[in-house]
């Protein structure tokens, strides 16, 4: 399988834990994007990777949150002291240079209790 | 304001009829593109159709067509002969800026489809 792969698929952690996520993209794309999805609604992007480079962040995006592509192949997100709000699914999606469509990976369920 | 406004929460569709999902969109770029994507209850959003802001022709794809009217800032899913496979929920979603640029997908709320036997 070549698509876009994300781990873990499931993760349960207490309020006030740290909690990372990976996510391996396809090969050759450059372009690596994090969108959160909460329930109900649609996905929200969270950032942007061209190769190792962080080139945008939302204000979604507090400062408990970081990401990093440090070889611009694989990505972690990781967030810091979690709370119930951020219970939610976390996915991963990347893209080709020049490619107007983003491959999703099958996303982090996160339940922060 | 909302960028991407899908205003059907929940549809209904028979088997082997067509059904379509309406999405209507706010940007002042003149260029940008839009999305389809449909999320089983596993959760992977998969990709069904693509339009650009600047094509011609409305986009096709299999079952799936693109109603897109510029003027009126909709770009409509067309699901034609409905299979079981189809109920998920649907995505409208755009790109702002020109093909090739690096950019974040907006999103609507999306829309539950049911098929019916």
């Known amino acids: 399988d070549t698509g876009v792969s994300q781990d873990p698929r499931h993760k349960i952690t207490k309020r006030g834990q740290n909690v990372t996520f990976r996510c391996d993209p396809i090969?050759?794309?450059?372009?690596l994007y994090w969108y959160r999805q909460t329930l109900g609604q649609g996905p929200e992007f969270l950032t942007y990777?061209?190769?190792?480079?962080?080139?945008?962040k939302s204000r979604l995006l507090s400062d408990r949150f970081s990401a990093e592509r440090p070889k611009g192949s694989f990505s972690t997100l990781e967030i810091q002291r979690t709370e119930q709000g951020d219970s939610a699914m976390y996915l991963c999606?990347?893209?080709?240079?020049?490619?107007?469509?983003?491959?999703f990976g099958p996303g982090t369920r996160l339940t922060v209790t | 304001a909302q960028k991407i406004t899908q205003t059907q929460p929940g549809m209904f569709v028979q088997e082997k009829e067509a059904v379509t999902l309406d999405c209507t969109y706010d940007?002042?770029?003149?260029?940008?593109?839009l999305f389809w994507y449909k999320q089983p209850s596993s959760g992977e959003m998969i990709f069904l159709i693509y339009?650009?802001?600047?094509?011609?022709q409305n986009a096709t794809e299999g079952r799936y067509s693109l109603n897109f009217q510029k003027a009126r800032k909709s770009a409509n899913l067309v699901i034609s002969a409905s299979q079981l496979g189809d109920s998920a929920m649907y995505f409208c979603?755009?790109?702002?800026?020109?093909?090739?640029?690096?950019?974040?997908?907006?999103f609507g709320t999306g829309t539950r489809l049911q098929v019916t036997l």
């Open positions: 339009q650009g802001s600047y094509d011609q």
């Open positions: 979603a755009m790109r702002e800026g020109r093909t090739g640029t690096a950019s974040k997908l907006t």
């Open positions: 090969s050759e794309h450059n372009r």
């Open positions: 990777f061209q190769n190792e480079a962080q080139l945008e």
């Open positions: 940007t002042s770029d003149p260029s940008y593109g």
């Open positions: 999606a990347s893209s080709y240079p020049l490619s107007y469509e983003q491959y």
